[in-house]
């Protein structure tokens, strides 16, 4: 494992989350950062770092499916061991997902399986939810529906607005997901028949870190 163990990097926008990667210098290798968009920002800090960094638009194709055939493609033939979601802002198609199966993550804003979806923060705050966070989790046919391995926890204070929240999950997310992206890069994550499996022992629910 370790600088053997192979990650790509999908994003479309400023790559915050990637620079917290590279950052926290992972016991991995990026192989790769994969943008849907030409422009995005992340790509630059992906070439700064001296990462090779791809461009596939999706407008050029006329289905999803054959976006994701090709992404596939482009994917595979940097031979990953993990596929990592970082702001990349495209629903995928059954079949990439299944290709991928037990190795591709993603982050998602909220204490799932709570506000699934856009609008997180917002909706939290209009619901008076006291805890909010964030959780890295398996990609699965279901909308932010799979297996969730490690979340971040924090209490929503009174004085907070919807960005100011934002800010604070952010930072968190910026922690725990090369935390994860680790985990996985020094062999101890598994995901068998849906179950998530650390150090061996089936996990119950996810690891949760909590930042009061």
Do not use: C
Request: aromatic share 6%; no cysteine.
């Amino acid at each position: 494992m370790g600088a053997d163990y192979r990650i790509v990097v999908l994003l479309s926008g400023s790559g915050t989350t990637l620079q917290s990667m590279i950052d926290a210098e992972l016991p991995a290798n990026i192989a790769a950062v994969i943008s849907n968009k030409k422009n995005a920002f992340g790509l630059e800090r992906a070439k700064e770092a001296n990462i090779p960094t791809q461009v596939l638009e999706h407008e050029h194709f006329e289905s999803r499916e054959k976006f994701d055939s090709e992404l596939q493609r482009l994917i595979d033939q940097h031979q990953p061991d993990l596929v990592v979601l970082a702001g990349f802002m495209r629903i995928l198609s059954n079949q990439f997902v299944s290709h991928y199966a037990g190795r591709l993550i993603n982050i998602h804003p909220s204490l799932l399986p709570k506000y699934k979806g856009m609008h997180t923060h917002q909706r939290v705050m209009n619901d008076g939810e006291p805890l909010h966070g964030s959780s890295v989790h398996f990609v699965n046919s279901e909308l932010d529906g799979g297996p969730v391995l490690l979340q971040a926890r924090l209490p929503v204070l009174p004085t907070d607005s919807v960005e100011s929240l934002e800010l604070r999950i952010k930072t968190k997310e910026h922690l725990i997901y090369p935390t994860a992206i680790s985990w996985f890069a020094e062999g101890r994550i598994k995901l068998i028949d849906n179950n998530i499996y650390m150090d061996d022992q089936k996990m119950n629910g996810p690891v949760v870190m909590d930042y009061m």
